[in-house]
């Protein structure tokens, strides 16, 4: 089973860790889609935070990262807080196999005071530069105890310091994962909506 874990980096944002083991660095960039999208009342990550999701099927590695990425991976545009698409979109989000985003709770069938809709993910983080697969690296000191598994970043990818603590227990997720190279995240770049009206992000979304 999965969980998730809220702790603060030394960069004082949020980290979300679903826990797991360790693994190699074979399919290291793949693409994946985090396990919450799965979900109708997931309404996407904060660029503040990192995920760490282990147990992924969709990797080699066995482990998709979403690095500072907001948004859902299956809606660059987002939608708003009444399910409808930002326009001139005529698509809102589904989840990857169809089923509508409304932000109800799974439990209560309830919809979030707040009446929050999913948020456009940011065009300079978009989901190719932000989640893929990867692999633990180093421990949060820079080390590869032989107690633990670690991985080496094939061409292309940066051994970077990700998760600095997340509490005593999870010390194994901790440390350093492959990263893209020129994607280290750089909070004073902001987060620029991905535009519907320019499709900036690659996607039309039924423009």
């Known amino acids: ?34 396990e919450a999208e799965y979900s109708t009342s ?11 999701e282990s147990k992924s099927f969709q990797c080699q590695t066995r482990l998709c ?14 939608q708003d807080k009444s399910g409808a698409p930002f326009p001139p979109a005529t698509k809102a989000c589904f989840t990857p196999i169809g089923q509508a985003i409304d932000g109800k709770d799974p439990t209560t069938g309830a919809v979030p005071a707040s009446g929050i809709g999913v948020q456009p993910q940011c065009s300079n983080r978009t989901a190719d530069k932000a989640v893929y697969c990867s692999c633990r690296c180093a421990d949060v000191d820079g080390n590869k105890p032989a107690d633990q598994v670690f991985c080496d970043c094939p061409t292309g990818f940066s051994c970077t310091q990700l998760v600095s603590s997340i509490g005593a227990t999870d010390s194994g997720l901790t440390g350093a994962y492959c990263v893209r190279s020129g994607t280290e995240y750089d909070s004073s770049a902001g987060c620029p909506f991905c535009d519907p009206t320019t499709a900036n992000c690659g996607h039309a979304q039924g423009i």
């Open 42 to 52: 997931f309404l996407g990550f904060d660029v503040k935070e990192v995920n760490v």
């Open 65 to 78: 990262l979403a690095n500072h990425f907001q948004g859902r991976v299956t809606c660059p545009y987002g």
């Open 1 to 34: 089973m999965t969980r998730s874990i809220l702790a603060a980096l030394a960069a004082a944002v949020t980290v979300t860790v679903v826990s797991g083991t360790g693994c190699n660095a074979t399919g290291v960039g793949d693409p994946c889609i985090p």
